[in-house]
C-alpha cells in the first residue's frame, strides 16, 4: 500500500521574539504539507516570514527566537528533536541552499574539499579518496564542465551561477529528502537564474526529493513550484495549487503581487530562451 503521508507536514508554527515593547510574532500558526517530490513555493514580500520558516524547519533560527507548532518530516517530529539529533537530520536529510553562495563557501579551501568534508561530517568510515570521489560526481551532475580539474578550484575562481552550482552539488552530495533552496537566484542575472531552476526541477525529477523555495518573485515560482504558499507579515494569506493561485487567487495581496509583475510569461519566455546558453 502506498504511504500518502506527506514529507512534510507543518501545524501552528509560530516563530516570535521578545523585545523591550513586547512580543512579535513573525511568523504565525503557519500550516503547510509538502508531497513526497513535490515543489512547495513560498512567496512574500521582504519581512514576510518566508526565511524563517525556513529556518525553523532547519532549526536554525537566531538566539532569542521563540518557535512552537509541529514540524513533522516523514513522521518524525522536529521540533522535540535535540540538537544533536536535529544535526543529524540537517544536510543529511534536510539540505539548504542559501541565497548568496560566496558567504556560505569559505575561501581558503577548494570546493572539493567543502563538498568532501561536508559529505564525511554525515557519512562515518567515508575516506578522502572516496569523499573527493563523491565530490566529483555531485559537481557533474549540476553540470559543472572538467569536474576532476574544477574540484581543485577556490571558489573565487567560479562565477556566481558556478557557485551556486557548487552548492547544490553539495546538496546533492547528501542525498536529502528535502531541499530548501533561499532565493537562490536573486543575486544572479536572467540567464543563470533560468539555468539554475531548471537544474533544481531535474534534481527533484531525478532524485525525487520534495523541494521548497523561497522567494519573493512569482515568476520564479510559476517555474518551478506545483504549490504555492502567499505569506504577508507573518500571515499565511492564501495557498493553493500553483494553476490555482495564478489564473484564480482568492486574496487581494496575491492580485497585488500578481499586478506587481505584469508580464510573467514574457519573462518566463526571456527566460526559457536564454537558458540554453552555456554555464559561465
Known amino acids: 500500500m502506498t504511504d500518502q503521508r506527506p514529507l512534510l507536514r507543518v501545524r501552528d508554527l509560530t516563530v516570535g521574539f521578545t523585545t523591550a515593547a513586547g512580543r512579535v510574532e513573525v511568523v504565525k500558526r503557519l500550516g503547510f504539507d509538502l508531497a513526497r517530490g513535490g515543489a512547495l513555493g513560498i512567496v512574500g514580500e521582504s519581512g514576510s516570514g518566508k526565511s524563517m520558516t525556513s529556518l525553523a524547519i532547519m532549526g536554525l533560527l537566531p538566539k532569542g527566537a521563540e518557535r512552537t507548532g509541529s514540524i513533522e518530516l516523514d513522521g518524525t517530529e522536529l521540533t522535540t528533536l535535540r540538537e544533536r539529533q536535529m ?11 542559501f541565497q548568496d553562495p560566496l558567504s556560505s563557501l569559505n575561501p581558503y579551501y577548494t570546493v572539493g574539499t ?9 557519512r562515518t568510515g567515508v575516506t578522502r579518496r572516496q569523499a573527493r570521489k563523491v565530490a566529483i560526481e555531485a559537481m557533474e551532475r549540476v553540470h559543472i564542465k572538467d ?3 574544477r574540484v581543485d578550484h577556490y571558489p573565487h575562481q567560479f562565477s556566481g ?15 536529502p529528502d528535502l531541499i530548501i533552496a533561499d532565493e537562490p537566484t536573486t ?4 540567464t543563470v ?3 539554475i531552476l531548471d537544474l533544481l526541477a ?42 490555482q493561485v495564478f489564473s484564480d487567487p482568492r486574496a487581494d495581496y496575491t492580485r497585488m503581487l500578481l499586478d506587481a509583475v505584469p508580464r510573467i510569461d514574457d519573462e518566463i519566455g526571456l527566460l526559457r530562451t536564454t537558458a540554453t546558453e552555456e554555464p559561465r
Open 87 to 97: 544535526q543529524a537530520v540537517r544536510g543529511d536529510r534536510i539540505a539548504m541552499v
Open 114 to 122: 567543502q563538498i568532501a568534508e561536508a559529505y564525511r561530517a554525515h
Open 147 to 149: 569536474a576532476a580539474r
Open 161 to 175: 551561477g558556478m557557485r551556486q552550482r557548487v552548492m547544490i552539488a553539495m546538496t546533492l552530495s547528501m542525498e
Open 187 to 190: 543575486a544572479l542575472d536572467v
Open 193 to 195: 537564474q533560468a539555468q
Open 202 to 243: 531535474e534534481i527533484r525529477r531525478d532524485t525525487g526529493a520534495g523541494l521548497i523555495l523561497i522567494t519573493h518573485d512569482l515568476a520564479v515560482v510559476s517555474e518551478v513550484a506545483d504549490h504555492i504558499v502567499v505569506m504577508r507579515e507573518g500571515d499565511l494569506v492564501e495557498q493553493g495549487t500553483a494553476e
